[in-house]
């Protein structure tokens, strides 16, 4: 079985490890999408990571089988058709946003991995580079929930 998913990866952190680990669970071979620079700011995402580098970053996990750019919304089928997939596997926080990929293949909508995200770490890196104190509070907070996920 054929797996795909797609993603920007910026910051790699547990979230994208786990989204990755248990899409390998559902096949063989995973294909992974990671989305370029130019991509992310059609989509309106800046990256602090460059594509270049968030892509070996990705091809490095073990779980991966092979790392492929995304380059627009609509490679999507052209990919599932060129790599044989039998099941798209995305982050539940996209539920329902694939389905019409139904025609071609499973969707699958995974659990996002809760407490953190690449958009929660650059908030709190933001505050600590800003040395605003609320934001700072809010930070500590936050870093303490994660903890308490994991114990």
Same mark, same amino acid.
């Not at 073990?62 to 995305?90: G, L």
């Not at 539940?92 to 389905?99: I, M, S, T, V």
């Given at each position: 079985?054929?797996?795909?998913?797609?993603?920007?990866?910026?910051?790699? =952190?547990?979230? =994208?490890?786990?989204?990755?680990? $248990?899409a390998? /669970?559902?096949?063989? $071979?995973?294909?992974?999408? &990671?989305?370029?620079?130019?991509?992310?700011?059609?989509?309106?995402?800046?990256?602090? @990571?460059?594509?270049?580098? $968030?892509? !070996? @970053?990705?091809?490095?996990i073990?779980?991966?089988?092979?790392?492929?750019?995304?380059?627009?919304?609509?490679? #999507?089928? *052209?990919?599932?058709?060129?790599?044989?997939?039998?099941?798209? &596997?995305?982050?539940?926080?996209?539920?329902?946003?694939?389905?019409?990929? #139904? /025609?071609?293949?499973? &969707?699958?909508?995974?659990? $996002?991995? *809760?407490?953190?995200?690449?958009?929660?770490?650059? !908030?709190?890196?933001?505050?600590?580079?800003?040395?605003? @104190? !609320?934001?700072?509070?809010?930070? &500590?907070e936050?870093?303490?929930? @994660?903890? #308490?996920?994991? /114990?």
């Amino acid at each position: 079985m054929n797996v795909i998913t797609y993603g920007t990866f910026d910051m790699f =952190h547990i979230a =994208h490890l786990n989204l990755l680990k $248990r899409a390998k /669970e559902y096949g063989d $071979r995973l294909i992974v999408g &990671v989305s370029t620079d130019e991509f992310n700011r059609q989509k309106g995402k800046k990256t602090l @990571i460059p594509f270049q580098e $968030r892509i !070996e @970053i990705v091809k490095a996990i073990r779980y991966v089988d092979e790392a492929i750019a995304e380059k627009s919304w609509d490679q #999507k089928i *052209e990919d599932i058709k060129k790599y044989d997939i039998d099941i798209f &596997v995305i982050g539940d926080d996209w539920k329902g946003k694939f389905d019409y990929l #139904k /025609e071609y293949c499973e &969707v699958v909508y995974l659990p $996002r991995t *809760e407490g953190i995200s690449t958009s929660l770490l650059k !908030e709190n890196l933001k505050a600590f580079y800003n040395l605003d @104190i !609320e934001g700072l509070k809010k930070a &500590v907070e936050t870093i303490q929930s @994660i903890i #308490k996920n994991f /114990e």
